[in-house]
């Protein structure tokens, strides 16, 4: 222990009353009234007096504020000597992220499956991505890992018999499960925990048309035909249908209540109804228009967001947002009023009373949903937006183009954009990190292979995956394998900031 340290905590023991202008306060007491300060207030406070100084440098005070913030929420007081220095790291770390953000500093990869053929849908969470191609492969991509750790996960023994397999049509993961639906109506259950056999199926008569898979629990449901089963295990974790409903059209959008405590919630849009499908009740329609129907959908834990289309200019019905209430049924608000339909929407991701869309008309909106006004419209893709996500500081969007844009949204700026040839299907992303997938519309393209018989897929027509890492601790020198990164020093043109190897590196 150091000199003043030790002076400090002498200090702190023979403390009992703090002055506070014409009276004396108990310390405890005097520790309240500073809890409801900030970081700036308790450097002022600081500079008072002698006494002040040791109260606004309490350990609580600080650990609270790093709380409060976000920062390192798994710890308690004791994990660290000195809260304040542990909060000044952490916002520094936080800069150079978003600097590396904006500068597109960092370490690039694609993440390819030559044997898959072509890519027929991708999903991700929390940095783990699943993809499933027109082999009926099923793989998992773990961008946490150095080297992107991709098990294939096996199918069913009985669809192991020779002779082609039926494409994957969906796929989604959660931090336990991992399922995907395929073309003949099989729908297969993963366990991340246990390892690649499958531990439920279940199969439909008919194609399946939507999948959703809950965000932390275990329910998965799906569309197929005139029917949404929802799937779940009991408390002795025997898989068994849950729900089972019939409905009046083709669902076009399914979408599971995340956080829902008890029997899984499913939202499902079918043409122009969206429906609020419980289990254990019969389905209620939420929301129905005739000749309006919904182009998009998200939800959250208490509300529904969707595109309608509207009737046109002529009737002074254009193209809208609506959220709905889970709890009352009811209209919220409605907002936007646009030419091009609603093609996405993110309200799950966004920050709170926030909504971002994308728009065939070509641009990205953000919407403040206390005023239902739009914040921010930014002319994005040229063939219209295909997938949208937001952050409070940020905004990626992917177009029907292939091209993945970074915007900054306080300046309504670029930041960046990489381009692929196929449309942006897929965009997930958290503080370190970034998740793209461009998935060819055309899934046995004319000449994707030289023989009928022939394992793989031109590149042109496979799809492609990207991850991008952005974290303070893992820049692109550290995390680009040796064979790819770059000894050439010289810079003759923009390069990206991305460590990709150069024609003069030395050879060794």
Wanted: with cysteine.
């Amino acid at each position: 222990m150091t000199r003043k340290m030790w002076y400090m905590d002498l200090l702190i023991n023979e403390i009992n009353e703090v002055p506070f202008f014409d009276i004396q306060l108990p310390y405890e007491l005097a520790l309240k009234i500073f809890q409801y300060l900030g970081r700036t207030e308790l450097g002022r406070c600081a500079q008072v007096s002698r006494t002040w100084k040791v109260l606004a440098e309490d350990e609580v005070l600080w650990y609270s504020l790093c709380q409060r913030e976000g920062y390192l929420p798994d710890t308690s007081i004791s994990d660290c000597s000195c809260w304040k220095l542990a909060l000044q790291d952490c916002r520094a770390k936080e800069r150079t992220l978003r600097t590396n953000w904006k500068n597109r500093i960092g370490a690039v990869s694609q993440l390819q499956y030559e044997l898959g053929k072509v890519l027929c849908d991708v999903h991700s969470c929390d940095g783990v991505a699943i993809a499933g191609y027109t082999s009926g492969d099923v793989r998992l991509w773990d961008t946490r890992t150095w080297d992107y750790t991709a098990p294939i996960l096996e199918p069913t023994c009985g669809s192991a018999d020779p002779g082609p397999q039926p494409h994957v049509s969906f796929v989604r993961i959660n931090s336990s499960l991992a399922v995907a639906a395929y073309e003949d109506g099989t729908v297969n259950v993963w366990s991340l925990m246990i390892g690649r056999e499958p531990i439920h199926h279940y199969q439909h008569n008919q194609r399946i048309q939507a999948l959703a898979l809950g965000l932390r629990g275990a329910a998965v449901a799906t569309a197929s035909g005139f029917e949404v089963k929802v799937e779940s295990p009991d408390d002795r974790g025997y898989w068994q249908t849950t729900a089972q409903f019939e409905i009046q059209k083709l669902v076009n959008f399914l979408h599971m209540v995340p956080g829902g405590v008890g029997k899984p919630v499913t939202i499902a849009a079918a043409e122009d109804i969206v429906y609020l499908l419980k289990a254990e009740e019969p389905g209620r329609v939420l929301h129905s228009v005739y000749g309006q129907p919904v182009t998009c959908l998200d939800v959250s834990a208490s509300e529904a967001a969707f595109g309608v289309k509207g009737f046109g200019w002529l009737l002074n019905e254009t193209n809208k947002i609506l959220l709905y209430s889970l709890e009352t049924g009811q209209c919220v608000t409605k907002i936007g009023s646009s030419l091009g339909d609603f093609s996405c929407v993110n309200l799950q991701d966004s920050p709170p009373w926030m909504l971002a869309t994308g728009n065939k008309d070509r641009r990205v909106r953000v919407y403040d949903l206390r005023r239902s006004t739009s914040l921010c419209s930014l002319y994005a893709h040229h063939l219209g937006v295909s997938a949208v996500q937001m952050d409070d500081w940020k905004i990626v969007s992917g177009g029907e183009e292939g091209l993945v844009c970074v915007w900054d949204q306080r300046m309504g700026t670029k930041l960046w954009e990489m381009h692929a040839r196929h449309p942006v299907r897929h965009i997930w992303f958290n503080t370190h990190s970034l998740i793209t997938a461009n998935i060819p519309d055309e899934k046995s393209p004319r000449g994707a292979s030289i023989m009928d018989d022939d394992l793989t897929a031109h590149r042109r027509h496979r799809g492609i995956i990207y991850a991008y890492e952005f974290s303070v601790d893992q820049l692109a020198r550290e995390s680009t394998l040796p064979i790819c990164r770059s000894s050439y020093d010289e810079v003759t043109g923009y390069n990206y900031n991305i460590g990709l190897a150069v024609p003069y590196d030395n050879i060794r």
